[in-house]
Protein backbone atom coordinates (compact mmCIF):
# COMPACT_ATOMS: atom_id res chain seq x y z
CA UNK A 1 0.00 0.00 0.00
CA UNK A 2 1.29 3.37 -1.09
CA UNK A 3 1.14 6.19 1.05
CA UNK A 4 1.96 9.52 0.18
CA UNK A 5 1.35 12.28 2.58
CA UNK A 6 1.16 16.51 1.58
CA UNK A 7 2.52 19.00 3.92
CA UNK A 8 3.00 22.76 3.18
CA UNK A 9 -0.15 24.57 2.48
CA UNK A 10 -1.65 27.53 4.56
CA UNK A 11 -3.04 30.86 4.54
CA UNK A 12 -0.49 33.09 2.36
CA UNK A 13 -1.39 37.16 1.18
CA UNK A 14 -0.96 37.73 -2.60
CA UNK A 15 2.23 37.70 -4.02
CA UNK A 16 3.51 35.47 -1.46
CA UNK A 17 4.91 32.27 -1.72
CA UNK A 18 4.75 29.16 -0.72
CA UNK A 19 6.27 25.24 -1.01
CA UNK A 20 4.29 22.15 -0.94
CA UNK A 21 6.38 18.88 -0.57
CA UNK A 22 4.80 15.65 -1.23
CA UNK A 23 6.54 12.26 -0.06
CA UNK A 24 5.90 8.64 -1.35
CA UNK A 25 6.44 5.63 0.41
CA UNK A 26 8.41 2.91 -1.57
CA UNK A 27 10.80 4.08 -4.41
CA UNK A 28 9.69 7.52 -6.51
CA UNK A 29 11.64 5.52 -9.32
CA UNK A 30 8.36 2.80 -9.26
CA UNK A 31 6.34 5.73 -10.35
CA UNK A 32 5.83 6.78 -13.63
CA UNK A 33 5.28 10.40 -12.73
CA UNK A 34 4.38 12.22 -9.64
CA UNK A 35 2.71 15.44 -9.80
CA UNK A 36 -0.02 18.06 -8.59
CA UNK A 37 -3.58 18.61 -8.64
CA UNK A 38 -6.02 21.21 -7.03
CA UNK A 39 -9.96 21.56 -6.45
CA UNK A 40 -10.72 25.11 -6.61
CA UNK A 41 -13.96 25.71 -4.21
CA UNK A 42 -16.86 24.29 -5.97
CA UNK A 43 -14.47 23.65 -9.04
CA UNK A 44 -13.35 20.40 -10.47
CA UNK A 45 -10.09 18.93 -9.57
CA UNK A 46 -7.64 20.40 -12.13
CA UNK A 47 -3.75 19.66 -13.01
CA UNK A 48 -1.47 21.67 -11.98
CA UNK A 49 2.36 20.06 -12.55
CA UNK A 50 3.39 16.81 -12.52
CA UNK A 51 7.08 15.19 -13.35
CA UNK A 52 7.37 12.26 -14.89
CA UNK A 53 10.56 9.33 -13.78
CA UNK A 54 12.48 11.17 -16.90
CA UNK A 55 12.08 14.40 -14.99
CA UNK A 56 9.78 15.45 -17.99
CA UNK A 57 7.43 18.46 -16.56
CA UNK A 58 3.86 19.45 -17.52
CA UNK A 59 2.95 22.70 -15.66
CA UNK A 60 -0.71 24.20 -16.62
CA UNK A 61 -0.84 27.83 -18.43
CA UNK A 62 -2.50 29.37 -15.02
CA UNK A 63 0.47 28.86 -13.70
CA UNK A 64 3.71 28.38 -15.67
CA UNK A 65 5.94 30.94 -14.61
CA UNK A 66 4.74 30.95 -11.15
CA UNK A 67 5.37 27.86 -10.03
CA UNK A 68 7.97 24.96 -10.32
CA UNK A 69 7.60 21.68 -9.86
CA UNK A 70 10.88 19.39 -8.96
CA UNK A 71 12.10 16.17 -7.43
CA UNK A 72 14.44 14.59 -4.73
CA UNK A 73 15.19 11.28 -5.56
CA UNK A 74 16.87 10.33 -2.54
CA UNK A 75 13.85 11.50 -0.38
CA UNK A 76 11.43 10.23 -2.79
CA UNK A 77 9.72 13.52 -2.17
CA UNK A 78 8.26 15.89 -4.80
CA UNK A 79 8.19 19.77 -4.47
CA UNK A 80 5.62 22.48 -5.67
CA UNK A 81 7.35 25.63 -5.51
CA UNK A 82 4.48 28.41 -6.02
CA UNK A 83 5.73 32.33 -6.21
CA UNK A 84 3.02 35.49 -6.61
CA UNK A 85 0.12 33.50 -5.76
CA UNK A 86 -3.20 34.72 -6.27
CA UNK A 87 -6.72 34.55 -5.26
CA UNK A 88 -7.67 32.25 -7.68
CA UNK A 89 -4.63 29.59 -6.35
CA UNK A 90 -7.28 29.36 -3.19
CA UNK A 91 -7.71 25.48 -3.75
CA UNK A 92 -6.99 21.71 -1.78
CA UNK A 93 -4.03 21.00 -3.26
CA UNK A 94 -3.72 16.60 -3.52
CA UNK A 95 -0.51 14.91 -4.68
CA UNK A 96 -0.97 12.19 -7.20
CA UNK A 97 2.25 9.70 -7.51
CA UNK A 98 1.22 7.54 -10.19
CA UNK A 99 2.09 3.84 -10.50
CA UNK A 100 1.42 1.77 -13.87
CA UNK A 101 -1.58 -0.04 -12.60
CA UNK A 102 -2.59 2.24 -10.10
CA UNK A 103 -3.03 6.13 -8.98
CA UNK A 104 -2.22 6.76 -5.43
CA UNK A 105 -3.44 10.37 -3.85
CA UNK A 106 -2.62 11.86 -1.05
CA UNK A 107 -5.25 13.74 1.36
CA UNK A 108 -4.25 17.33 0.22
CA UNK A 109 -3.40 19.96 1.64
CA UNK A 110 -5.62 23.52 1.62
CA UNK A 111 -3.66 26.47 0.57
CA UNK A 112 -5.44 30.11 1.05
CA UNK A 113 -4.84 33.68 -0.95
CA UNK A 114 -6.60 36.35 0.65
CA UNK A 115 -5.36 39.59 2.51
Known amino acids: QVQVVESGGGLVQPGGSLRLSCAAS????????MGWYRQPPSKPRELVAIITSANRTNIADSVKGRFTISKDNAKNTVYLQMNNLKPEDTAVYYC?????????WGQGTQVTVSS
Open 96 to 104: LARAPQKEN
Open 26 to 33: GSIFTFVY
